[in-house]
């Protein structure tokens, strides 16, 4: 069997909640779902919480989501995430990413890599913090489930 294979199985429920929590988080930072790279970035993170190893193999991973999303060129999955990231940090959109974390994991001058970007959102979601409650203060955001948040775009 193939080493970078799908290795954890979910029931079909536990799929679509997590489908929907990495959906949301991904709505929230900023990415418009109207990009085709939001699709292919939600597969992405799904692909990497189940095989971690895949972060490593970007090759492997865009040909996988290629495959599964019915898109001949893996190329233009990479192109099409790597649009989707870079549109939202030209309107500065990455902001939430800090607040949705509790801390600073990026910059306000950096924008993601497609390797951060997927690693970022499957660590929200393997460290559990879509359960955290939301919470303001001084009308900022100190702890936040997405589904809670208000759409940023």
Do not use: W
């Amino acid at each position: 069997m193939n080493e970078i294979s799908t290795q954890r199985k979910l029931t079909p429920a536990q799929a679509r909640e997590r489908e929907k929590i990495i959906k949301l988080l991904l709505i929230r930072v900023g990415i418009k779902c109207d990009f085709v790279g939001y699709t292919y970035l939600t597969r992405s993170v799904q692909l990497v919480l189940d095989n971690p190893k895949l972060l490593y193999d970007l090759k492997a991973l865009f040909a996988i989501v290629a495959h599964d999303c019915g898109e001949p060129n893996p190329f233009r999955v990479e192109a099409n995430i790597q649009n989707a990231i870079k549109y939202t940090y030209s309107k500065n959109a990455f902001v939430p990413i800090n607040e949705l974390y509790g801390m600073q994991v990026l910059k306000p001058d950096h924008k993601p890599t497609t390797a951060e970007m997927i690693n970022l959102c499957a660590e929200y979601y393997r460290m559990g913090l879509y359960k955290n409650p939301i919470k303001f203060e001084n009308n900022r955001i100190i702890t936040t489930r997405p589904d809670q948040l208000p759409i940023n775009n």
